[in-house]
């Protein structure tokens, strides 16, 4: 179910008093979080209405459902990445432990992560549709990235109101990108920038995941009789 946004900015953005309610388990995968990110720590500090948001996603508030934080940086060698929960395993989030990912885009990427786990279930849905066919390589690339614009889209609104400190290096290339300004209209977006060798989208990502871990098992389409 799509949570409405004023819901939704309600629950995360609640006073300190309430958020101290129940979210025990957020907390310790923020605590643990900066402790495996120190250079996070000098970014907000625990009152910032952004650390609470955080807090709250940990919990499950996004989700329904609590979302680990995983140590490990992202295998895919992008700066972050997510797991929806899987069987027994529960969903997680990775951030780059280097430091070609400035403190400040550590924060946005956390963020836009918990906004996407919101997705998990369409892309579920896309990857189903494309094991049995119905879409093509560059169609379920080009799907997956509309849903991850829709997360970038929830992400800026999260922090219209509670932006993060600009750096003194200005070198937050994703925030500075991504977040500040005002994205383009999906239809923009659809044509500009969900295309091949896009730098500001993981089409070619999704594509590869496509050709590399779905089309091998397309089963094969009948053909029609002569």
């Keep these: 179910m799509k949570i409405p946004f004023a819901i939704l900015l309600f629950s995360i953005f609640a006073p300190a008093t309430v958020m101290a309610q129940g979210n025990g388990f957020g907390r310790r995968q923020v605590k643990q979080m900066l402790a ?3 250079d ?17 996603g940990f919990e499950g508030s996004l ?27 529960p969903p997680f989030i990775s951030i780059s432990g280097g430091s070609e990912t400035t403190p400040v885009d550590k924060w946005a990427a956390v963020v836009f992560e918990l906004c996407n786990l919101k997705n998990d279930d369409k892309f579920a849905q896309l990857a189903k549709e494309a ?4 879409l093509s390589a560059d169609e379920y690339a080009t799907e997956c990235v509309m ?4 997360a970038q889209l929830l992400t800026q609104k999260v922090f219209q109101d509670h932006p993060l400190p600009d750096s003194s290096h200005g070198k937050d290339d994703w925030y500075n990108a991504w977040v500040k300004p005002d994205l383009p209209t999906a239809e923009v977006f659809r044509k500009e920038h969900a295309v091949p ?5 993981n089409y070619d990502f999704f594509r590869t995941t496509y050709q590399s871990h779905i089309a091998p098992h397309i089963p094969p389409q009948p053909t ?3």
């Design 36 to 38: 495996d990110r120190p």
């Design 40 to 56: 996070m720590k000098s970014v907000i500090d625990l009152d910032h209405p952004i650390y609470q948001w955080v807090v709250a």
């Design 63 to 89: 989700l329904g459902q609590r979302i680990y934080w995983n140590a490990n940086s992202p295998t895919t060698g992008r700066p972050a990445e997510h797991a929806a929960a899987y069987g027994h395993y």
């Design 131 to 134: 094991a049995a066919g119905k």
């Design 147 to 150: 849903l991850e614009y829709d």
């Design 197 to 201: 060798g896009s730098p500001r989208c």
């Design 224 to 226: 029609e009789s002569p």
